[in-house]
């Protein structure tokens, strides 16, 4: 909420339609935030000069002495390493975010410390309720330490980085041990594909931005997590005498597993997401989730937000060619092929020579949105030069014509990016974020996608623009490298020289 002059006041992230778990109603939200502005406008502006100025210093690198140059990558990974949590994998506490990138970065590494804990954290988010254990992909994050309940909204990026994610966890397990992570990781991929093609695939080739957290119960009540959730009554009426089995393996319980208070998704008592417990047979386990999966498709579902994205559909085309090529799948880099023709069809502006920030099919016409940000340009060049490597090399054209136009649109000083143009309207500054945040920052995709387009073309400006990218990283990867995770894998794979880390290993 801003001020006229365009200066934030207040912010949030959601508001329900109706007062719940401590949080206001939307309505009631304005109501106050109007009578601040009539009675207290003194303060409320006050509230923005003070926000602006934070805003400002947060794209501001922090100065600090970086480490010998052979050294620092090991330093680095033991401070991400310090916060990894032993018991449940991943990092910190709740709410738990994947932090696929992290995991990327870890991969990196040669070292079995840093390669046992990204596995660790895969599998773990793999039997989790984070985990869609009965249509596949994974939701926005768990609200509890140990993956068990998710913010049920489901993002196309979350499931387009972590298809690409699993897909190095594949790689990076030794055959020998770690063929039954192997098995795991490979089901969740096809799962998250199956997800993307079943639910989120557009008419043309785009992929739909997003599903909601929330759908109608029983009763016809919006309730987060609707959609999802599960009691051992449910599953005596559809399972018969699999029920039991099917309690264990998936751990529901007559108590339910949903926490109460103001982190809790739902009201709802009882109810269970669905966590893998054990390796149950494959076959039983099969044939109960397909009879979950039909029970489920016969409940409302959540609504789905068909805009396509230009930066998530991108980071889907990377992940849908890697995972093509590992497991042996031409129809998926036939699926990111459709989508990049779809983005470079419908989404560059061949006279402006710029590149949307979205699309929306709607009444049968196509509306185009605003122009796009620097992700967006990263995000599809990077798919493209997947593309150029394992489908056609005649997408190399277009993915160095979006680094270019970007190199000129958007560069700082300091060899980073800016997130907008400086012709962006409306905006106070020009925001600068080195840190991840959704997405991997665009600075760390930039360098990641001229790194790439350098080695493909052998230009050396493309490589000097890299180089100069990875330095203005340098001082956020040494004091929290976990805050850029294709950075830090980027620094660790040149340390190391391993030819293979990239968009198409």
Known sequence: FCTPAGRPF????????????????????????????????????????????KLASLDRAPIVATSDEALLPAKLTDVVL?????????FG?????????????????????????????????????????????????????????????????????LLGTYTRGWLRAIPDDGTEQREIFEKVARGIVSWLSDEMLLPGGGFAASLDADSENEAGERVEGAFYLWNPQLFDEYLGKDSRFAQGVFHVT???????????????????????????????????????KAVRDRRPRPARDEKVITAWNGLLIDSLVRAGMVFGEPEWRERARACGEYLWTNHWNRERHVLARASLATDGRMVIGADGVCSDYACAALGFLSLA?????????????????????????????YGTTALHPGLFERPKRLA???????????????????????R????????????????LLASSPRLSGWGFASLLARSEAERGWGPAE
């Not at 992230?13 to 502005?37: C, H, K, M, N, V």
């Not at 926490?259 to 269970?272: E, I, K, Q």
């Not at 005649?394 to 700082?412: D, M, T, Y």
């Open 10 to 53: 207040f912010a949030g992230t959601y508001f329900p339609p109706e007062p719940r778990s401590g949080l206001p109603s939307f309505t009631q939200l304005i109501e106050t935030l109007a009578d601040a502005w009539r009675e207290r406008r003194a303060e409320v502006i006050d509230s923005a000069r003070l926000i602006t100025t």
């Open 82 to 90: 310090a916060d990894v949590d032993r018991r449940h994998g991943g």
């Open 93 to 161: 506490g709740a709410p738990k975010f994947p932090q696929a990138p992290v995991l990327d970065a870890l991969f990196v590494r040669t070292d079995q410390a840093a390669n046992d804990a990204a596995l660790f954290a895969l599998e773990a988010m793999s039997r989790g309720g984070i985990h869609d254990q009965v249509g596949g992909g994974f939701h926005r994050y768990a609200v509890d330490e140990g993956w068990e309940v998710p913010h049920f909204e489901k993002m196309l990026y979350d499931n387009a980085l």
């Open 254 to 292: 007559y108590g339910g597993n949903l926490p109460r208070g103001a982190h809790s998704p739902t009201d709802g008592s009882g109810m269970s997401t669905l966590q893998l417990h054990g390796l149950p047979h494959p076959g039983r386990l099969a044939n109960i989730l397909a009879v979950l």
């Open 389 to 417: 490597q394992a489908v056609d090399p005649v997408w190399i054209g277009p993915a160095v014509a979006l680094l270019e136009r970007a190199v000129e649109l958007f560069s700082a000083v300091d060899g980073g990016f």
């Open 436 to 458: 991840d945040e959704e997405l991997p920052s665009a600075t760390s995709v930039m360098e990641v996608a001229l790194r790439l387009a350098a080695r493909l073309t052998g």
């Open 460 to 475: 050396a400006d493309l490589l000097a623009r890299a180089d100069a990218a990875a330095q203005s990283l340098r001082p």
